[in-house]
């Protein structure tokens, strides 16, 4: 249970900012258009990233256990220098997210502009791969539980997000909101990072 949490937080921390995916999601929630596609599409993406991170990284880890130090600090230094950003972005941004009016397109062309959002992405690498992976490394009888916490933290976000825009519009205007959720992020990138090395 523990490992499903640590899963499901973790996940959702390295999810829940704002960024070329999520702002598409928003988009799309906004005016209704393919939502549910749209969500299902990155929750999948983001199991079968998850999967390959805490699956693929920890058995060839079995075969190399001194890599396990190596991912540990890579690790480390990526989540104290998302934290920094993070803070950095509380302190200085000013802006609140824009929707911008956009037409109506096919379910193809949005499923395409999906997945090209989620894979060309190379933070989505790092994120969710080699971190989750790394991270999840910590349970070593509970890598499965912890796969499951990080996926239902994928599914929940994506389809909140996406079913839930039109609710959250008025918060997404105003810079602040999105400060203080930078804030939070950051916190809680420097606790995992110093526990990792802990």
């Known amino acids: 249970m523990y490992a499903m949490l640590a899963g499901f937080s973790l996940g959702l921390s390295l999810i829940v900012a ?3 995916q999520n702002a ?4 799309q ?3 209704r258009q393919h939502v549910f596609w749209v969500c299902l599409v990155c929750a999948v993406s983001d199991a079968i990233l998850i999967s390959i991170g805490v699956f693929g990284l920890s058995f060839v880890i079995k075969f190399i256990p001194s890599l396990e130090w190596v991912v540990r600090y890579i690790g480390f230094a990526f989540l104290f220098c998302y934290g920094a950003m993070s803070f950095w972005r509380a302190f200085t941004n000013h802006n609140a997210l824009k929707v911008s ?4 397109r096919s379910l193809k062309s949005t499923v395409l502009i999906c997945l090209a959002l989620t894979w060309l992405n190379p933070h989505v690498y790092l994120d969710t791969v ?3 992976g790394s991270i999840a490394n910590q349970y070593p009888d509970g890598h499965g539980y912890f796969a499951i916490g990080a ?6 976000f994506f389809f909140a997000l996406g079913y839930g825009a039109r609710l959250l519009k008025p918060l997404f205007t105003k810079p602040v909101s999105w400060r203080i959720l930078d804030g939070l992020i950051g916190v ?3 606790f995992i990072a110093v526990k990792l090395i802990i």
Do not use: P
């Open 29 to 31: 929630g906004l005016y």
């Open 188 to 190: 809680v990138m420097w």
């Open 101 to 104: 009016e956009q037409s109506g």
């Open 24 to 27: 598409f999601i928003l988009r």
């Open 130 to 132: 080699l971190l989750l």
């Open 151 to 156: 996926i239902g933290a994928s599914f929940v």
């Open 18 to 20: 704002i960024g070329a």
